[in-house]
């Protein structure tokens, strides 16, 4: 079963991404007197401080190590206002736009979430993070929303030209250029003396292939010890020292390191070479997309905040510990 939740578990990750969003709205601006339940508003809607503990005790809950401090739990609450804060700025913008999701589509999601674990274990894994099916359900659907915002308001402008990619290719030439490999084979026994008696049957005539499937301690002896194809640095320094100093069709002498006592045969070089753009094309060109979406997703964040309008009740904030408190009425 995989562990659940961790910091880098799937449904753990949904919930610090989406925060609270299920807020309650507060379409008046903060009083004199503001509500003590609510932590924030975000154009007129409200966060309330009962979901917003809630988030923050499941998020610290997953921490190990003592009970943290109020000035440690500080960044965890900030951290997890400004998710919170994000997600429901682009939520009103999908809002804005229509867009929303079929419980056809939610359902698929959730399919995908539980066929990563075995059954029955998918409940255990709610229940440990403190989460309702529900619950996760208006999360993903949230999610989703957030996805086709993405997709079909800032992703679709993204377009990369031939000169970017040729710009790119140029700049990281090294990172296209396909190095020497080797194709080689290993005999590996336990004694020097074994060693030396299987080099003979070599010299002999037997076929390298058959005497490491009969006596090869390593698990490529049922392929006749091949390797295959590997550049320098992907074997141990001892395997590289010895077969990229051969020709093929030759076979080293014993050759002792912590593995036992080897015997190598080299069957084929492949020269080094650089790949032309046209075949990396649709490797760089995804590269591209990638760094200008995130790009354009930063803009368009920072672009939604910047006309909000955005209260944070720091009074109430402040009195957040990390673990509930009883609430105070709601203000009339």
Known sequence: MRPFPTRTSP???????LGTLGAVGCNKPPEA???ANVVATVNGEGVRRADFEQELTRELSSSEGPELTPEEVEPFKRALLDSIVKRLLLLQEAKQH???????EVDRQMLRLTGDYPTDSFSDALAQGQLSLAELRARESQRLIIEKLFANHVYARVAVTEEELRAYFTAHEAEFQEPEEVHAAQLVVKGLDEAKRVQALLKSGKKFADLARRYSLS?????????????????????DDVVFNMRPGQVS???????GFHLF?????????????????????????????????EAFEKELQEKAKIWVNEA??????????????AAE
């Not at 229509?98 to 056809?104: A, G, L, Q, R």
């Not at 002896?221 to 550049?231: H, I, N, R, T, Y």
């Not at 045969?265 to 979406?293: H, N, S, T, W, Y």
Request: proline share 9%; aromatic share 6%; no cysteine.
């Open 11 to 17: 449904l753990l990750l949904v919930t610090l991404a």
């Open 33 to 35: 007197e503001p509500d």
């Open 98 to 104: 229509n867009i929303t999701v079929t419980p056809e």
């Open 219 to 239: 698990a490529d002896a049922k392929v006749g010890g091949d390797l295959g194809f590997f550049p320098r640095g992907q074997m141990p320094k001892a395997f």
């Open 253 to 259: 002498d014993v050759v002792s390191t912590e593995y």
């Open 265 to 297: 045969k080299v069957i084929e070089f492949k020269p080094g070479r650089k790949r032309d753009l046209a075949e990396v094309r649709g490797q760089i060109e995804a590269r591209i997309v990638m760094l200008k979406q995130s790009e354009a997703q």
């Open 316 to 329: 109430a904030l402040q009195t957040i510990r990390g673990k509930p408190v009883p609430q105070a009425p």
